[in-house]
């Protein structure tokens, strides 16, 4: 084992390798910054260019790229409200409030180190245990994978603010929007008015894009210009108080996300979504989340990194990626000649550990580059948003026809931003309904699969151990703080000040908050 | 209650009840495509009409809601009573005007894509927001216009080989 870690760190500090490295968080930081190029259109737009390196150093660029472009998404969903994947989304309640509060600096600095201390955690965990929780992982069959989406469900109860009717409204219409396209039974086209491009459904990235950049942009225009954000520079500095309430939410965020990132398909959005429900459960906190908590933005940050260092396990162990972006690095390994399986580790220890090492020195690399840029990247908030919005809705469009080369999504864009604008205007919650529009293809397609293992019979859900244990932890996570407050005699967190109850959590606390 | 609160609450109920009328074209829909295989199994159907009737119920619930005003007490707030003023000195009324402005200026931005080019339509779009919208100078809004298309195009174009669409102008 030690052996192989140094092995790891020899491959990986090699001069090209540790350049490769810094070269890949930094572009994948640039392509994470702009809306819709996230992750795995970044890593695989650039797979060409690393086919004359090396493997292992070709490999070690495209991780960079994959954990860089997760930072730069997070900067954009803090600064504009923009976020550039899925995992992101969870960001923005409580990031983009912070940044309206003149605590963009914070938001992006607790995300820079609770991606770091998740990296690390996931680190010494993907090395310890990646083949029995690879082998865990086979017992996940569709059973199991429907019983975790039951789970993710339930933490829409945690995004719905006071107005859960609202907030379940939104996830079904998610849901609903899901089936849109080619079903994954039989194939029969829905809801496609006989449009090819509707065949394969409706592109969530392009809906994100809509729904976040494009429905805050109109919705600014309407709320009206307000004074640039001049925040005083001790301000946008992280301070200890800011670390020591996120230390409890950094660990429990890691946690989840690496436990849920081994899990094939699960991924870095579910983990998302989940350590934010939890946290906002357990944190002493909970009701100031949606307002600016800081904990709404380590949680979750931590977890969807912890949950892509983890996709790593089914893909080296299995051959199976863990998510998006490591189904596209899974075609890279195949490029360069690679078999991933549970015979990597042994046969190519070089190249398995040295990936390994890269994920360490890379996340070192983001923290150094992002931890005094944090500030810095706050500045953008003092452009006053009559420049910045032309030029948002500019590169949201780009961002959205770039994803696939189709001009399909530019028009997604556009539909859902008005959808966002009306949302917004509404206070309906957007992330439920991204929550739905991701979780409910999965569902679906685990559902079909659960019904043709049971032919025709989906109670077998309740008959697997680990699937009915999972379905017991989502009834726990909905009705569990409702019966501890009964068993309490009613007893209940007390509001903060200022806080309001009707609220749901991405809503503005004062419309005042909510303008530039 | 006043005209821009009623007007506001309208239009939530406007929404709600879309709502309602879409979850219930969505289940029978689902009906349509099939609730079960022959051999029993979950069918195409079985997903879009749960979640149809689903939505089509919470639509309903919210409907009744806001028109009995148990809900809906979220919009129509301060600005929409005509006292937002923002630092332009630009009323409710402008700001709403100019929103529409921005909507349909991006609609002609998107269908002119295919005449003039990705660059050059949504540069003319940044040109004429920052110009008639933001009330910039002519050369200030040409610097940024140029700028962002010259940005997009370097980042877009150069560095990640996307091939945008382009216009008569061949770019």
């Known amino acids: ?23 890949g968080v930094f572009v994948g930081t640039v392509i994470g910054l702009l809306p819709g190029l996230g992750s795995s259109t970044g890593v695989a737009v650039l797979i060409p260019l690393t086919l004359a390196f090396e493997p292992v150093s070709a490999l070690i660029m495209l991780a960079g790229i994959y954990y860089g472009a997760q930072y730069g998404g997070t900067i954009t969903s803090v600064l504009i409200s923009t976020p550039g994947e899925a995992a992101s989304v969870v960001t923005t309640l409580d990031g983009y409030q912070m940044a309206r509060q003149g605590r963009a600096g914070p938001a992006l600095a607790i995300a820079a180190i609770g991606s770091f201390v998740a990296a690390i955690i996931s680190l010494v965990l993907l090395g310890l245990v990646a083949p029995p929780m690879a082998h865990f992982a086979l017992h996940f069959g569709p059973p199991e994978n429907m019983a975790v989406m039951v789970l993710g469900f339930a933490t829409i109860i945690s995004f719905s603010g006071e ?16 089936t ?11 809801f496609t008015f006989d449009s090819v491009s509707m065949l394969s459904g409706i592109p969530y990235v392009q809906v994100m894009i809509g729904l976040f950049a494009v429905g ?22 992280i301070s200890r108080a800011d670390i020591s309430r996120s230390k409890g939410a950094i660990l429990r965020g890691s946690g989840l996300g690496f436990l849920l990132g081994c899990l094939p398909g699960a991924g870095s959005t ?39 260092n983890a996709n790593f396990i089914p893909t080296l162990t299995l051959g199976i990626p863990g998510g998006a972006t490591t189904a596209v690095l899974l075609g890279a390994f195949t490029i360069y000649g690679i078999q991933p399986g549970p015979l990597l580790f042994n046969q190519q220890p070089a190249l398995v550990w040295g990936l390994l090492a890269s994920f360490f020195i890379g996340n070192v690399l983001l923290l150094i580059m992002n931890l005094p840029m944090a500030p810095v990247f706050a500045q953008m908030l003092r452009i006053p948003y009559g420049y910045m919005y032309p030029l948002i809705l500019f590169t949201s469009f780009v961002g959205a026809y770039a994803i696939d080369n189709n001009f399909f999504g530019v028009w997604i864009v556009f539909v859902f931003g008005l959808v966002g604008y009306v949302m917004k205007r509404f206070d309906l919650p957007m992330a439920p309904l991204v929550l739905g529009l991701v979780i409910g293809a999965l569902f679906e397609k685990a559902l079909v699969q659960t019904s043709a293992m049971g032919d025709g019979n989906v ?8 699937s009915l244990t999972v379905l017991l932890l989502a009834a726990l996570f909905v009705f569990g703080p409702t019966l501890v407050k009964r068993l309490r005699g009613g007893g209940g967190g007390q509001p903060a000040p200022g806080a309001s109850p009707e609220k749901p959590v991405d809503a503005p606390t004062d419309p005042e908050e909510s303008r530039v | ?41 979950i069918g195409p159907g079985m997903m ?14 919210l409907t009744f809601r806001c028109l009995a005003g148990a809900d809906g007490g979220n919009v129509g707030t301060s600005r929409d009573e005509g006292d937002g003023v923002d630092i332009f000195g630009r009323t409710q009324a402008e700001r709403i005007r100019h929103l529409w402005i921005v909507f349909c200026l991006l609609l002609l931005a998107i269908l002119a894509v295919a005449v003039l080019g990705f660059l050059v339509a949504f540069g003319a779009f940044v040109l004429v927001v920052s110009v008639y919208v933001e009330r910039r100078g002519a050369v200030t809004s040409l610097a940024i216009a140029v700028g962002a298309c010259v940005v997009i195009y370097l980042v877009f174009e150069m560095f990640l080989r996307v091939p945008l669409p382009t216009g008569v102008l061949g770019v």
Do not use: W
């Open chain 1, 1 to 23: 084992m030690v052996d192989n870690i140094l092995l790891g760190f020899q491959t990986a500090l090699s001069p090209e390798n540790l350049l490769l490295c810094f070269i």
């Open chain 1, 163 to 178: 107005s859960k009717l609202k907030g379940l409204t939104m996830a079904v219409l998610g849901v609903l929007i899901a």
């Open chain 1, 180 to 190: 849109v396209g080619v079903d994954p039974a039989g194939g029969t086209a829905r």
């Open chain 1, 216 to 237: 805050e942009v109109m919705y600014q225009i309407r709320e009206g210009a307000a004074a640039p954000i001049h925040a005083r520079f001790k301000d946008m500095v």
């Open chain 1, 270 to 308: 579910l983990a998302s979504f989940l350590a934010y429900g939890v946290e906002k459960r357990v944190s002493k906190r909970g009701h100031e989340f949606g307002s600016g908590a800081i904990e709404g933005v380590a949680a979750p940050e931590s977890a969807n990194n912890a949950a892509a």
């Open chain 1, 459 to 466: 109670g077998i859900v309740f008959t697997r151990p680990i």
């Open chain 2, 1 to 41: 209650m006043t005209a821009a609160v009623r007007t506001a609450r309208a239009g939530e109920v406007a929404v709600f009840a879309g709502l309602t009328l879409l979850g219930a074209g969505a289940f029978f829909g689902g009906l349509h495509y099939g609730l079960f295989t022959d051999d029993g199994r």
């Open chain 2, 48 to 61: 879009p009409a749960v979640a149809g009737a689903l939505l089509c119920v919470l639509g309903a619930v």
